[in-house]
């Protein structure tokens, strides 16, 4: 299957700083990556939609001042949490779709934890 | 609004059994439907997909039903192995592509 990977695996980081997490297919191009949250016990809430070559698309509460998303080429997109606070601590995990087929294929996660 | 759910949160059942995993959604507007395996800090891994257009897809010891009048779809996973012991979420798109998730169930796989 298509492989996604994803970096850091796991950062912490100071309250009021900002963090960048990279996600990349490793063996397909991906016009449309999707970002998710996983709060414990919780099951996965898509944030946004990364769409390469222009904005992305946010869903409803998620702030996009705070979420940046940069979908720069077929294969990265990343996801920096600016300013970030406690609450923002959190499980994020990438997904990107291969082209023409309905599956979605998720890197392997970070794991968040702003103090 | 969960329009994905996955009403039993978690499952225990012998090894070499058959492990039944059931997933309403309320969307009339879902076309695609997929399982996914999930390990505790790890991303799911895709498991296995219908379209809309299909009642059942086979691979290998998964195969799922989708049943479109009842909004209901289900996983069956035979014979249970000790390896499938996890969380198991069921998900849906229409054509945006964009998943919604069910809130999962534990499989625990006794040997």
């Known amino acids: 299957g298509a492989v996604v990977s994803q970096h850091p695996s796991r950062v912490i980081c100071k309250s009021g700083t900002s963090v960048k997490i990279e996600c990349r297919s490793l063996d397909f191009q991906a016009t449309t990556m999707f970002w998710y949250r996983q709060f414990p016990k919780q099951s996965l809430m898509l944030m946004a939609t990364s769409n390469e070559g222009s904005k992305a698309t946010y869903e409803q509460g998620v702030e996009k001042d705070k979420f940046l998303i940069n979908h720069a080429s077929l294969t990265l997109s990343t996801l920096t949490v600016t300013s970030a606070h406690p609450e923002d601590s959190s499980f994020y995990i990438c997904?990107?779709?291969?082209?023409?087929?309905?599956?979605?294929?998720f890197g392997p996660g970070t794991r968040l934890t702003v103090t | 609004d969960q329009q994905v759910k996955q009403n039993s949160p978690s499952l225990s059942v012998q090894e070499g059994r058959i492990s039944i995993l059931n997933c309403d959604y309320t969307n009339s507007m879902f076309d695609y439907f997929l399982w996914y395996k999930k390990y505790p800090a790890e991303g799911p891994t895709f498991l296995i997909s219908i379209s809309s257009i299909k009642d059942k897809n086979e691979d290998g010891r998964f195969t799922v039903f989708l049943n479109k009048s009842a909004k209901h779809l289900s996983l069956h996973i035979v014979p249970s192995q000790p390896g499938d012991s996890a969380v198991y979420f069921c998900?849906?798109?229409?054509?945006?592509?964009?998943?919604?998730f069910g809130a999962g169930t534990t499989v625990t796989v006794r040997a």
């Open positions: 998900a849906a798109s229409a054509d945006d592509y964009k998943l919604s």
């Open positions: 997904s990107a779709r291969v082209l023409a087929a309905g599956e979605q294929y």
